[in-house]
């Protein structure tokens, strides 16, 4: 075998040559999976969604890493500096505004952390 068994894929029986793309059995359903030597999320997923136990258990035994949650971004966020309070009418109005252009024309959350926004959010507190 080209590579070292680690993390999920000491579940499933590679083939001789795992360089490139392949096909690995599942130990436990014996169903494919694809995979590649330069990733393992769909053995991951596999087991993940397949086999719930074991997949429990290997992330207690740390063969497979926990996934990283990750948080929404916010606008204040993306403000450096606060120079204006909270509650300054100026600061009031330049969120009311941002808020009102998300959700009137119903952007995708995932505008707020656009650098163009943040450019945007920085001159219309400047100039408010």
């Given at each position: 075998?080209?590579?070292?068994?680690?993390?999920?894929?000491?579940?499933?029986?590679l083939?001789?040559d795992?360089?490139?793309n392949?096909?690995?059995?599942?130990?436990?359903?014996n169903?494919c999976?694809?995979?590649?030597?330069?990733?393992s999320?769909?053995?991951?997923?596999?087991?993940?969604?397949?086999?719930?136990?074991?997949?429990?258990?290997a992330?207690?035994?740390?063969?497979?890493?926990?996934?990283?949650?990750?948080?929404?971004?916010?606008?204040?966020?993306?403000?450096?500096?606060?120079?204006y309070d909270?509650n300054?009418?100026?600061?009031c109005r330049?969120?009311?505004?941002l808020?009102?252009?998300?959700a009137?024309?119903?952007?995708p959350?995932s505008?707020?952390?656009?650098?163009?926004?943040?450019?945007?959010?920085?001159?219309?507190?400047?100039?408010?």
């Amino acid at each position: 075998m080209a590579t070292k068994l680690s993390s999920p894929l000491i579940h499933f029986e590679l083939p001789e040559d795992t360089t490139g793309n392949y096909k690995a059995k599942c130990k436990y359903c014996n169903s494919c999976i694809s995979g590649s030597s330069k990733t393992s999320s769909n053995f991951t997923t596999h087991l993940k969604r397949k086999h719930p136990k074991i997949y429990e258990e290997a992330q207690k035994s740390g063969t497979i890493a926990k996934a990283k949650v990750m948080e929404q971004a916010t606008v204040d966020s993306f403000i450096t500096g606060k120079k204006y309070d909270q509650n300054d009418v100026r600061q009031c109005r330049a969120i009311d505004a941002l808020t009102s252009l998300i959700a009137e024309n119903m952007l995708p959350l995932s505008i707020v952390e656009s650098l163009h926004l943040e450019s945007i959010a920085i001159h219309l507190i400047l100039v408010l």
